[in-house]
């Protein structure tokens, strides 16, 4: 049983995320403001906080500063903006993810689960000899496993061995020819779109939402490369 | 003194205090003057005294020598009344002037002297003609009595050259003070005039209603006569004259004293010449002239430029047919004439072809839509000028109405954003609460077919926001676009790995064309596969199932050409202009899902980034072309 508080002016949204929420078996804290939101973090033991932006009051982001300032509880952002600056600022400040509204239900619980994972269970972020982590992923290379928020993620060889690449040298873009001739260890002539294929099954096996991803991202025109995850 | 200078008795006192003053320094002046010239200054009194004596005595010996013939010499003696006054104002009772008259052989013929103590003694020669025309010289010996027993002129000579000599510094100490009084008492009278005691502002009276050059010219007029006799009197040292003179210079002071207050007084009004009879005269000149080059100036701009070209033509005919004529018969002035004739007229020709150029050059790039460009007119001149002005006019005109649509645009793209901000948080409810009805344990039948419906719709309505919101940005610029070198090939690549799934869900081949080599364009990869995402889920949506897709990549003249190739589904009974346009879609029965903007939204995208987008439809072949430069 985990705690999440809701937090948005908007009632609606919150009794039906309290819905969702509660159907996973979920605690669930309502605060209507951001003030709000402080006071039940301070007397509660709160996991995991979905914070809308535009409040009341105390907006979500001078909140998220204050709990910022004596928590580590994931924090959510949910916010109509969808200016890419904006959700630079909520992740720079110190927001674990965003969901921007109108969102799916299935998105939200899916961000949810991953979240209080890595929080609970991965916290610690021991490192293991021949593992490579990476956010919430982790590749075993002695057992050729790979895990998202702890739970196992099956992968075919190849994608296994596109994944260990990029994992290998993060932040480094590599173009669909080098993947091509680093994997299948010979010349592309005009295979390379297999490997936009493969990293595209890749996307959707590890990421919550493909056409936003949060680890493997596609630099277009250029490549793919695997990022640190955005709460860096 | 600033009250001073408005009090009307203080002003009549200090005109009075000027008169006395003048006089005193003028009078002064013309006493040490004489002073001077009779050796007063010197260390004692005695040369002053033998001057002045030396005068009195020489006016004594005429009187002598002259009355001696007038009554000794005369053939008709005069009355004996006549000689006794005579010799009783000769007699030593009644002078104190002493003589003894000589003839030329030294015998005495007449004389008062008689040994009494003398204390001046001068001689004095005259040459006389005797009836016979021969010349006779007579000796005048001439003495003063020591005593001056006598009360005549070298009595009260005595006691003014004593009075005089013990006053002298005291008459030049008056003189100065008197000047500078004098000095003073001006400067106030200036500082006064104009001034009344009940006004604050400068009040003219009747005098400086003159004409100033009329006055000023009378005063000097008036100052060169009294120059002049003075002139006359100064040789005639009596006292009246030393009077006449003193008053005449008092008199002269005040008129001065007036002139001076009046220009003063027109001075502190401001543009004291207006009042004066030369600059009505020149004014009256001036606005004559300029009403004639006025009048020409208008008929000159009020002709159209034919016309004045026509007069110019027709003007330079004339001066040629005058030169011609006048240098008839001198064929080499005509040629040196005809020379420096070219040599002006060339210049002025290419003067006026550049001034055409520059504002043909204004014209084309305000034409081509720069609108920033302006003709520097500073040069130019007659009718380029204003027709320069007017280019800039125009461009001013259209870059302002330009900067006014922008402004707009951005407004409506802003509010575009905040209404749809708006909208999205009542939507988030809708979706949500209408999932958390689907999922409800729903009696099949129609309640479930409504909530298909609702979850279909809403979501439809998130995507038609979006979309709303991103074709509003990218048909206004509102975008930032980071231009980097992009690979072409690789994003075509990445986009077909993408959609290779949704693809062959559709039943869809793709083929893709690339050339071996590495094509690059400047573009935003981001921006750029919004692009392809929005073409390719087009082809998806609307491709007939079972055909080839064919993305083609080509390099054609320094551009690279991508088109997509696909078979349309339904009739394309539209053109592609419409397709282009915002909310158009391709099922006009508008069955499928999307916005209908997805086309607009890719166009502005690709425009924003310098490239071009266009729309060829052959049946039910639909082809995208996209055009972009490509860069090394």
């Known amino acids: ?232 | 003194m600033n009250k001073l200078t408005h009090n009307f008795a203080a002003k009549v006192t200090a005109v009075l205090l000027f008169t006395i003053t003048v006089i005193m320094a003028i009078g002064g002046l013309i006493g040490i003057y004489y002073m001077s010239e009779h050796y007063f200054f010197e260390p004692t009194v005695d040369r002053a005294r033998e001057d002045i004596f030396e005068g009195i005595t020489r006016r004594y010996a005429n009187i002598v020598f002259y009355e001696y013939f007038d009554i000794y010499q005369n053939d008709d003696m005069p009355s004996a009344e006549y000689i006794r006054r005579y010799e009783e104002y000769f007699s030593p009772a009644n002078t104190n002037f002493l003589f003894n008259l000589k003839n030329e052989k030294g015998e005495i013929v007449l004389s008062n002297y008689s040994g009494q103590e003398i204390q001046f003694s001068r001689t004095y020669y005259y040459e006389q003609h005797n009836d016979g025309g021969a010349k006779e010289t007579y000796t005048i010996e001439c003495f003063v009595n020591k005593t001056l027993s006598a009360s005549d002129s070298y009595a009260s000579a005595e006691y003014w050259i004593n009075t005089a000599y013990s006053m002298r510094y005291v008459i030049v100490a008056v003189t100065i003070i008197s000047f500078i009084a004098c000095i003073l008492l001006y400067v106030f009278l200036m500082c006064s005039a104009g001034r009344r005691t009940d006004r604050d502002q400068i009040t003219p009276n009747g005098l400086d209603k003159i004409p100033f050059d009329i006055f000023f010219g009378g005063v000097m007029i008036i100052g060169i006569i009294v120059l002049d006799v003075f002139d006359t009197l100064l040789y005639r040292n009596t006292a009246e004259t030393i009077i006449i003179i003193t008053i005449m210079a008092a008199v002269y002071a005040l008129l001065f004293l007036m002139l001076s207050m009046s220009f003063a007084t027109r001075y502190k009004l401001g543009g004291w010449w207006r009042n004066t009879v030369i600059y009505r005269i020149f004014r009256f000149f001036y606005r004559i002239v300029y009403k004639i080059f006025s009048s020409i100036k208008y008929l000159l701009q009020h002709i159209s430029i034919i016309w004045k070209a026509v007069l110019a033509l027709v003007g330079l005919a004339a001066a040629e047919l005058f030169i011609i004529l006048l240098t008839a018969y001198r064929l080499e002035m005509q040629l040196l004439i005809w020379f420096f004739g070219k040599l002006l007229l060339v210049p002025l020709i290419l003067f006026i072809i550049i001034q055409m150029e520059k504002l043909q050059t204004g014209s084309q790039k305000i034409a081509s839509g720069d609108l920033d460009y302006r003709v520097d007119t500073r040069r130019m001149f007659w009718e380029f000028k204003k027709h320069g002005e007017n280019l800039n006019n125009i461009s001013l005109g259209m870059s302002r109405a330009v900067d006014e649509r922008m402004k707009s645009e951005r407004f409506k793209t802003e509010l575009i954003t905040n209404v749809s901000h708006d909208i999205k948080t009542p939507l988030t409810s809708i979706i949500n609460y209408v999932d958390l009805l689907n999922r409800e344990d729903l009696p099949d039948g129609t309640i479930k077919e409504y909530v298909g419906v609702l979850v279909r719709q809403s979501s439809r309505l998130k995507k038609l926001i979006d979309d709303l919101v991103e074709a509003s940005k990218a048909s206004t610029g509102n975008i930032v676009v980071n231009s980097t070198r992009t690979e072409i090939g690789v994003l075509l690549t990445q986009a077909a790995g993408e959609y290779e799934e949704r693809l062959r869900s559709n039943e869809l081949e793709l083929i893709q064309n690339q050339p071996e080599e590495e094509v690059y364009i400047m573009a935003d990869g981001r921006l750029l596969w919004r692009v392809f995402d929005n073409l390719m889920n087009n082809i998806c949506k609307y491709s007939q199932p079972g055909t080839r897709v064919y993305l083609d990549l080509e390099k054609v003249n320094g551009e690279v050409v991508i088109t997509f190739k696909n078979i349309s589904r339904n009739p394309l009974n539209i053109s592609s202009e419409e397709l282009l346009e915002r909310f158009v879609r391709g099922d006009s029965a508008r069955s499928t899902e999307g916005s209908g903007l997805g086309l607009s939204i890719a166009k502005s995208l690709v425009e924003l980034q310098g490239g071009k987008l266009d729309l060829a439809i052959d049946g039910d072949l639909f082809k995208v072309i996209l055009k972009f430069k490509t860069v090394r």
């Not at chain 1, 919550?208 to 025109?221: F, H, M, Q, S, T």
């Open chain 1, 1 to 232: 049983m985990y705690n999440v508080l809701i937090c948005d002016d908007e009632k609606d949204i919150v009794s039906a995320l309290k819905i969702y929420l509660s159907s996973e078996n979920y605690n669930t804290y309502e605060a209507y403001t951001g003030r709000q939101a402080i006071e039940i973090i301070k007397n509660n033991d709160i996991h995991l906080i979905l914070l809308d932006i535009m409040m009341p009051e105390m907006d979500g982001i001078t909140a998220m500063v204050k709990i910022r300032e004596e928590y580590n509880i994931p924090i959510i952002l949910l916010t109509a903006k969808s200016e890419d600056t904006d959700k630079v600022l909520g992740l720079n400040i110190g927001a674990d993810d965003y969901i921007t509204k109108p969102f799916n239900p299935m998105e939200v619980l899916a961000r949810v689960k991953s979240q209080l994972r890595r929080y609970m269970h991965l916290g610690g972020g021991k490192v293991k000899t021949g593992r490579i982590t990476i956010g919430g992923i982790e590749l075993d290379d002695k057992s050729k496993t790979v895990t998202l928020d702890g739970e196992p993620v099956s992968l075919t060889p190849k994608e296994y061995e596109i994944l260990k690449l990029l994992m290998e040298h993060p932040g480094q873009v590599f173009s669909p020819r080098d993947i091509y001739k680093r994997v299948w260890q010979e010349a592309p002539y005009g295979s390379e779109s297999t490997v936009a294929v493969h990293i595209r099954h890749l996307r959707e096996k590890l990421e919550i939402n493909p056409a936003e991803p949060r680890y493997l991202k596609v630099v277009w025109g250029q490549g793919y490369k695997i990022e640190q995850g955005e709460e860096v």
